[in-house]
């Protein structure tokens, strides 16, 4: 019941910040569960199946809201389609301790660039639309292979081109539905063809993702006060660090440091 309940605080806090920032919500979730010793796909892999509810009622919020950009929604959900299919195959074709240096690594980047995030502005403008297929493709394999990472890749990027942060931010996370659905089937067709052989351990993780899925739909309809009640900054600083510093202890456990 601890280890639910614990789940259940990252899942919910994941999530307020998630929806509040279109980004987030992957990365502090497999950090955790890579901080407890779950291998990169195992954690992917559960992440994404808790997703497919956070995902859906943060989406839904933002449809109700009138916060989505249709035309760029049909530009960028393919990609970030294709992107997380190639990823999740990527993640299920070595074993776990060959891949979580790359993906702690990768982790730590995004730690780093969020808090670096803080301490700029970005102008308002629209969104040169030759940015949209290498950052769908590019956000949604990282965010397959490495546990976390279309909120920060796409958001920050669209962001960083200059796009309205409202519509940004709704997009992003309306489209991360499908994204984090097609990761989903690929690993459940990685399990049932035999491609996946660790696979089997999937079961024991089943607890971490109750609480990550309860945690997270909690949170989801409270993106709004999020935002009117903690500066931008000071979330992405906060979410940063955090990030830094799990990657960091995952670090220090895989040189048997700690």
Request: charge should be neutral.
């Amino acid at each position: 019941m601890q280890e639910f309940l614990l789940f259940a605080l990252v899942g919910f806090v994941a999530q307020a910040v998630d929806g509040a920032l279109g980004m987030a919500y992957g990365v502090v979730c497999s950090t955790t569960l890579l901080g407890f010793g779950v291998s990169p796909a195992h954690a992917s892999a559960s992440v994404h199946a808790a997703e497919l509810f956070t995902t859906a009622a943060s989406g839904s919020a933002h449809l109700y809201h009138r916060n989505i950009d249709w035309k760029l929604f049909w530009r960028l959900m393919p990609f970030g389609v294709l992107g997380g299919v190639l990823g999740a195959f990527v993640l299920t074709s070595f074993e776990g301790a060959i891949m979580k240096p790359y993906v702690t690594t990768y982790l730590a980047l995004v730690g780093a660039w969020l808090l670096f995030r803080s301490f700029r502005r970005f102008p308002s403008n629209p969104v040169p639309a030759s940015a949209v297929p290498p950052l769908g493709l590019g956000g949604g394999f990282l965010d397959a292979a490495g546990g976390g990472g279309w909120g920060p890749i796409v958001t920050t990027g669209l962001l960083g081109f200059g796009g309205t942060p409202r519509y940004i931010i709704g997009t992003v996370n309306a489209s991360e539905f499908l994204i984090t659905l097609s990761v989903s089937l690929t690993f459940l067709f990685a399990v049932l063809t035999g491609h996946w052989e660790e696979a089997g351990e999937l079961t024991e993780n089943l607890l971490s993702v109750a609480g990550l899925i309860l945690g997270g739909v909690v949170a989801a309809p409270m993106a709004g006060w999020v935002v009117k009640s903690i500066a931008e900054k000071t979330l992405l600083r906060l979410v940063g660090i955090l990030i830094i510093l799990l990657a960091g202890w995952q670090t220090a456990q895989l040189f048997e440091w700690v």
